[in-house]
């Protein structure tokens, strides 16, 4: 498989909303929901943190997999 070589002006878009919140830039309703917060952006890798609140649980009160894979998609 060829290895994908980063964009810059995504890169730096990207690098633009370190420390938002998703609720304010997200295009997509889901991610404005999840609203997580982009902690570091490099080449192949962001970091983002997310706070789990009741909604996103399963009846154990633990992280539902639907929002997990929710979380990874965004």
Known sequence: MPELKPNDAILERLRALVGQQAKDHSISGLGRWLNG??????????????????????????????????????
């Open 37 to 74: 917060t982009l902690r570091a952006v490099e080449p192949g890798a962001v970091e983002v943190d997310f706070l789990i609140t009741e909604p996103m649980t399963n009846p154990m009160q633990m992280l539902h997999g639907g929002a997990a894979s929710a979380m990874i998609d965004e």
